[in-house]
């Protein structure tokens, strides 16, 4: 699931706090997925966001959803950048 930054309330903003469950976000970057209605899922990779991890909304600033032509898709999966870059060291 998708959501926008910028229509949070200020106050909402600066907790930054999931709106669904007030879990706590992980601000980070983001390898994503999203679908967009009935065409095939668009990959885009090094995502600047903030996820909830209970809820695993992602929290996406709306300029960079109009940017990326994302204002109908669904985010269907996303994974934190780092991990993916540290998990194979030993
Ligand atoms: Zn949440």
Redo the contacts with the bound molecule.
């Keep these: 699931m998708l959501a926008a930054m910028s229509e949070s309330s200020p106050v909402l903003r600066t907790a930054e706090t999931?709106?669904?469950?007030?879990?706590d976000l992980l601000t980070s970057v983001f390898d994503t997925a999203f679908r967009d209605g009935e065409t095939l899922e668009r990959l885009f990779f090094a995502i600047p966001g903030a996820l909830?991890?209970?809820?695993?909304?992602l929290y996406v600033d709306q300029q960079l959803i109009g940017i990326l032509g994302l204002g109908e898709a669904r985010c269907t999966f996303a994974i934190e950048s780092d991990r993916v870059l540290r998990s194979p060291a030993a």
């Design positions: 999931c709106r669904f469950c007030s879990g909830c991890v209970p809820c695993r909304q």
